[in-house]
């Protein structure tokens, strides 16, 4: 039994055994190399990360001694017994009472998750609009004040430097929430693609911010008791400032989770008395906190698509069926051409959902067959699907093989595995 | 919870509970801690030789899954097939209802090297000492 953290990764490179699970730096998932496809470490390393392309390639192993960063909630998180990981450099809570009966709260009731790790980037200036407009693939011209767009961040090549939230604040301001493991990265190629040609700033604000989202169908009633802002009748990808619990913040009607919810930005020195106050409030409502192993496998069912899995910058938009955030029309953008250049020439694979046939479980990384055997591709995501009681996931497969309905084989482990493709998301919640 | 003082435990985290020349083996509560909600089960079938430290089968969590490696060498006498219905009863009683294999010793000399629970109750606060470094 091995169970999955990198401390036994690492034991197991000293005592040199012929397999070995890693933690992907941008993974909750362990991932199974064999040592003969890593280079040989002689050295104890207090931390080691892989990256695995999801293409056949070289493993690159990245060795630091770097100290986890931590939000303002860490110590709150350990003191609720929460099981910590490493995700993307940030020490994060993976689950508190377990992620199938978190997950379950958030469908059917409420769950609160500890979102501060994501990261904000602030952009004000007059061309601030400009430079959103340069740098992201989605029409930020048609936002209006207090109203947020999920959109891409694009290389020249128009794959993803990462995915985003795109917040107007009002004219000349713009908050864009990123991914943890990418805020750096983020914010240095957004500051250095439009240096110099946009009269604005670009702040990497992310510690200026904790983010809490409460999720799920109790969630307005929960977080109505905290404010009086009119949050009912806040749109979906819509926000508004205004006090929770006497506490400055912005409140956004968004979720990574397929359910109804929230999203609040604020202060990180309020952290605790905020989710203590949304925890002891919601219990009684069978609100559960939730780490990021449920944040994952909801997400999931909701066919939503993470940065290192389903998009990074080996994938365009058309590829991840997410050509609705990509508007040509809206003038020229990075990534624009190559972008217009295979919508011409189309597509080759598309990321499509998976339900497995039998029992078998697919995850990331196992390998897509065709009818010879042949690797056409890797799961993107793959998990048990909690709500639905299903084994699902996500594939890129080639497109003539992504209609619902078409039979697909997976590798696992030693077995070949039946799957059929299903429309996504796998879950939409009743309205 | 407390580990059984008449059992014996692996670095693993599978236990053994030996009765004559059978073994019985699950996987500790530590083991079931760290996976989650266990999902699925994979057993070997009735009769299958393993060597010890071979992987036995599977378990699988809603996050990971991990590898069962057989503690001793032997052959499979039973497998606990309930599980396959109810692979939660790992999360709920690791120690009890939730053995996954007995297995027909080839060589019971091979026991001494097992740990008994003082021991891996040792190891285990050695890896929490090391995870809280």
């Known amino acids: 039994m091995s169970p999955p953290n990198m401390k036994t990764a690492r034991s197991r490179f000293s005592y040199g055994a012929s397999q070995t699970e890693f ?10 190399l064999s040592l003969t496809s890593l280079p040989s470490l002689t050295t104890f390393f207090r931390d080691v990360s892989l990256h695995l392309p999801l293409e056949s390639g070289p493993f690159v192993i990245e060795a630091t001694t770097t100290q986890l960063r931590k939000t303002a909630l860490n110590s709150t998180h350990r003191r609720l017994g929460a099981k910590m990981v490493n995700f993307g450099g940030w020490d994060m809570p993976v689950e508190y009472s377990g992620i199938v009966s978190e997950h379950l709260a958030t469908r059917t009731a ?6 501060s790790h994501m990261g904000e980037i602030e952009v004000r200036g007059p061309q601030a609009l400009d430079w959103v407009q340069f740098v992201t693939c989605n029409d930020a011209a048609k936002l209006v004040d207090g109203q947020a ?12 430097v990462d995915d985003l939230l795109v ?13 943890a493991s990418n805020q750096d990265k983020d914010f240095e190629y957004i500051r250095d693609v439009g240096r110099g040609r946009f009269k604005a700033q670009v702040e990497n604000a992310g510690e200026r911010y904790s983010q809490l989202a409460i999720q799920g169908p109790k969630a307005l009633g929960i977080l109505t008791r905290f404010t009086r802002q009119p949050i009912a009748a806040l749109k979906y990808y819509h926000f508004l400032h205004g006090e929770v619990d006497r506490v400055d913040a912005l409140i956004a009607r968004t979720g990574y989770t397929g359910e109804d919810g929230f999203e609040i ?9 905020l989710w203590n106050a949304l925890l002891d409030a919601g219990k ?7 780490g990021l192993g449920a944040r994952n496998t909801l997400r999931l069912e909701a066919g939503m698509s993470l940065y290192g899995h389903e998009i990074d910058d080996t994938t365009t938009v058309w590829e991840a069926n997410l050509g609705w955030i990509c508007k040509m029309g809206k003038g020229d953008f990075l990534g624009r051409s190559a972008l217009q250049a295979q919508k011409e020439s189309g597509i080759h694979r598309i990321l499509a959902g998976f339900e497995m046939q039998d029992r078998l479980i697919a995850r990331d990384g196992y390998p897509l067959l065709v009818a010879d055997g042949q690797k056409t591709g890797r799961v993107t995501s793959g998990s048990p699907a909690p709500f639905l009681k299903k084994n699902v996931g996500m594939a890129y497969v080639p497109v003539e093989s992504s209609a619902p309905g078409t039979h697909i084989r997976i590798g696992i482990r030693s077995q070949e595995a039946s799957a059929k493709i299903v429309p996504l998301p796998f879950y939409k919640r009743p309205r | 919870m407390s580990y059984p003082s008449d059992y014996r435990y692996t670095q693993e985290h599978e236990w053994v509970r030996l009765e004559g020349n059978v073994a019985t083996v699950g996987i500790t509560d ?23 430290g071979e992987s036995l089968g599977t378990v699988e969590s809603v996050k990971a899954v991990s590898d069962i490696y057989a503690p001793l060498s032997g052959e499979v006498a039973e497998v606990n097939s309930a599980l396959s219905e109810t692979p939660e009863t790992i999360n709920k009683d690791p120690h009890g209802k939730a053995w996954l294999i007995k297995l027909k010793l080839a060589n019971s000399s091979e026991v ?21 470094a």
């Open chain 1, 23 to 32: 933690l992907l730096a941008d993974s909750l998932f362990p991932v199974r």
């Open chain 2, 30 to 52: 530590y083991a079931q801690h760290e996976l989650g909600d266990v999902v699925y089960v994979d057993l070997p079938k009735v009769g299958a030789k393993l060597n010890a």
């Open chain 2, 112 to 132: 001494s090297k097992l740990m008994d629970a003082a021991a891996y109750e040792a190891f285990l606060a050695g890896k929490q000492k090391e995870a809280s």
């Open chain 1, 110 to 115: 409420a769950g609160l998750f500890d979102v």
């Open chain 1, 167 to 179: 917040h107007k604040i009002s004219d000349g301001h713009y908050l864009l929430c990123v991914n």
């Open chain 1, 265 to 273: 930005y604020f202060a990180p020195e309020h952290s605790e008395k």
């Open chain 1, 149 to 160: 767009q999920y959109s891409g961040l694009m290389t020249s090549a128009g794959t993803f």
């Open chain 1, 284 to 290: 009684s409502e069978g609100l559960l906190p939730c």
